[in-house]
């Protein structure tokens, strides 16, 4: 059942929609192969690719560990609700597609703070019969509101999983340890934490480099080590890390199964620019330094 967020009067989203500033939500969709965004958006992602030319490998390694997470807490452990927050735009495949491919009656709620995410958010309410999805138009420094939003779509008497999937690198630190602390506070015993975040403990000189054309357009961006990205979860009462701990996103449980590149003819991507071809890119031959990002996850007692 949509929430009242997709209510709202299309020419209202039309004035919160800010074209003159590029937005994390929408550069990740560009460099996701995506069409809802802007040329301010292409022109970060496109800073970002210079800066840093294997950059693509780590928004899509970060996408495909949501794959596996959201999997194997379905499959393996149960889980059958998620309450996914800083979502973004709505691309393939998103969690209610996986989790309910494997647990049709699995619920989640997503949510953004985009006008951008809410405008195309229909698309992330595509349950199937047995199962149900819910947006919340809200931010992430607002835990309570997220809370209780969620609550008219997932029980929270029932394990969740949190899904905090590179938002967090976007708050910085006085803000982000409290936040965690609070949303893992109202989940229930045996829910769980997906997490993964960026790092200049890697590869510091390409991250660096992608850092600054960020924070020249205006984005907070905090790179966190790999242990101030654990103390989310050992910081927080309660919860504690899975195995193999804090590690680079594409060795967290791999599975082999990246998605392969689409097939296209080759003429027709060398006319393309490079922030074009980056969809047409193999994501399998990534390489330790290639990485900037964290993945995790941890459970709560």
Excluded: C
């Amino acid at each position: 059942m949509p929430g009242d967020a997709l209510s709202r009067d299309p020419a209202e989203l039309r004035k919160r929609i800010d074209t003159t500033k590029a937005h994390p939500a929408r550069v990740y969709d560009v460099f996701l192969g995506g069409k809802d965004n802007y040329p301010v958006d292409r022109e970060a992602a496109a800073a970002a690719l210079a800066a840093n030319p294997r950059g693509y490998l780590d928004v899509r390694h970060n996408r495909d560990f949501l794959r596996r997470a959201v999997t194997r807490l379905a499959h393996e452990d149960g889980i059958r609700q998620f309450l996914d927050i800083g979502t973004g735009l709505p691309t393939a495949e998103n969690v209610h597609q996986i989790a309910q491919r494997i647990t049709p009656a699995s619920r989640v709620v997503y949510v953004d703070n985009d006008p951008v995410v809410l405008a195309h958010a229909r698309a992330l309410l595509t349950s199937g019969p047995e199962g149900r999805t819910d947006y919340i138009d809200a931010d992430l420094k607002d835990p309570a509101q997220i809370l209780e939003q969620a609550a008219r779509t997932l029980d929270f008497a029932e394990p969740v999983a949190l899904v905090l999937v590179a938002v967090l690198h976007f708050v910085e630190d006085e803000e982000a340890y409290p936040i965690v602390r609070e949303l893992v506070e109202a989940l229930p015993a045996g829910s769980r934490v997906v997490l993964s975040h960026l790092t200049e403990d890697l590869n510091p000189h390409n991250i660096r480099a992608v850092q600054r054309t960020y924070t020249e357009r205006g984005f907070t961006f905090v790179l966190r080590s790999q242990d101030e990205v654990a103390r989310f979860f050992t910081g927080t009462p309660g919860l504690t890390l899975d195995e193999p701990g804090v590690v680079p996103v594409h060795h967290w449980h791999q599975d082999g199964a990246a998605p392969a590149p689409e097939r296209v003819d080759p003429a027709r991507i060398a006319g393309l620019d490079d922030i074009e071809k980056v969809r047409y890119h193999d994501i399998n031959d990534v390489t330790d330094a290639d990485i900037n990002v964290y993945a995790a996850t941890g459970r709560k007692a």
